[in-house]
Each structure stands twice: as C-alpha cells, then as structure tokens.
C-alpha cells in the first residue's frame, strides 16, 4: 500500500507553545489529507479535511484558529497546535487519500503531543 | 443513530476459531467500505476494503458487504494471538469523508 509518514513521531512542549506536525505521502501525490485526533481508549475524531491549495474544511467544534492546517504541496500537509495546553494532548493522525478510482485512505504512524 | 456502529466488545475467540466483526451504516448513498486493524498506540491499518455486494477474500480474512441491509462484516478465519486489536469499520460517505466507527475490540485467547 501506499506510504504516508509523520514527524515528529512523539513531541512534549510546554504550555503556550506551538508544535508543527507534518504529514507526508512518500509515494504518490494526495490531493486530499485529513486530520484526526485519538485520545486514549476512544475512537479517531476527525478533525478537518485538507486539500491541495485551498482552506481546509474543519470539523464542528473544532477551532480552526488553534489547528492551523496548510497543505501547500501535493506531498505535504502540517497541523500547527497554537498556544498548546495540557487538553490538546492526544495522538494526532493524519491520512491522504489515494484518490483515482478508489477513496482508499492510508494512514500516517501517527504524533503523541504531550502538553506539560 | 450514529452513521457507522459497531459493537465495541471486547470479542474473545479462542485461538484458531473464525472471528466476526460486525458493522451498520445509516448513509445508503455510500460506496466504499473499509476495514482497518489498530494496535494499541499504533495508527490505523488498512486491511480490506469493499465495494460490491458479497464477498471478497484476502488471505485469513473475508469482507462482506450487503448494501440493501446497509451491513458490513469482517471474518478472520484461523484466528492468531496477533490478530488482537480494535478493528475499525469505515464507510465514504456521500460527504466526501470516511466516517468510523467507534471500533471492536477483539481478544484472540491461546
């Protein structure tokens, strides 16, 4: 299948900061990546859909002042956790759909934010 | 009604039995079906997807899809200690975005 990778894998920040997610497709291009947020023992939330040059479409509830979402390549997309605080820490997962004929999404390994 | 449900378990199967997992969707206009396997702390893995009405086979594991009843089902046959996990149904919806369901939790006993 195809491969989508994230980084950081893991991050711990202090509170206030900001931490930048990348999520990439090593080997094909995704018009489409989308955002979900896990937190322990419960199911993945999407957060908001990014495509290729355009804003992203967020989820209800989910502020789109504090998950800045830039997908500026076909390759690329990054999740920025402004002003960071303990609540935000979760594991955030990123996919890219392969698109053509099929909605098949792949997922990236994942990012363990820790907000101290 | 949630649009993807599924029974969140936890499923025990002895090992070596067949395993069923189960999963109902409320969107009729839905196309494409999905299974995915995730490990505790580890991100999704897609391990089928289905399309058509019936079966479809992959190794130990078969999808099955029944669009009239709205029905998606996952069998593991043969099933291993390493086939533990949360399998995640999941539907495109007519949204254009995969909707999950909340996840099975299967336990495969020696």
């Known amino acids: 299948g195809a491969v989508v990778s994230q980084h950081p894998s893991w991050v711990i920040c202090k509170s206030g900061t900001s931490v930048k997610i990348e999520c990439r497709s090593l080997?094909?291009?995704?018009?489409?990546m989308f955002w979900y947020r896990q937190f322990p023992k419960q199911s993945l939330m999407l957060m908001a859909t990014?495509?290729?040059?355009?804003?992203?479409?967020?989820e209800q509830g989910v502020e789109k002042d504090k998950f800045l979402i830039n997908h500026a390549s076909l390759t690329l997309s990054t999740l920025t956790v402004t002003s960071a605080h303990p609540e935000d820490s979760s594991f955030y997962i990123c996919s890219a759909r392969v698109g053509g004929n099929t909605d098949t999404q792949y997922f990236g390994p994942g990012t363990r934010l820790t907000v101290l | 009604q949630k649009e993807v449900e599924q029974n969140s378990g936890p499923l025990s199967v002895p090992e070596g039995a067949i395993a069923s997992l189960n999963c109902t969707y409320s969107d009729r206009g839905s196309q494409s079906f999905f299974w995915y396997r995730q490990y505790s702390g580890k991100s999704p893995e897609l391990i089928m997807s289905i399309y058509s009405n019936g079966d479809k086979e992959d190794g130990r594991f078969t999808a099955q899809l029944n669009k009239a009843s709205q029905y998606v089902s996952l069998l593991i046959r043969d099933s291993q200690p390493s086939d533990s996990a949360t399998y995640l149904c999941?539907?495109?919806?007519?949204?254009?975005?995969?909707?999950f369901g909340s996840g099975t939790r299967l336990s495969i006993r020696p």
């Open positions: 990014s495509n290729e040059g355009s804003k992203a479409t967020y």
């Open positions: 080997d094909f291009q995704a018009t489409t």
């Open positions: 999941a539907v495109w919806s007519s949204a254009s975005k995969i909707i």
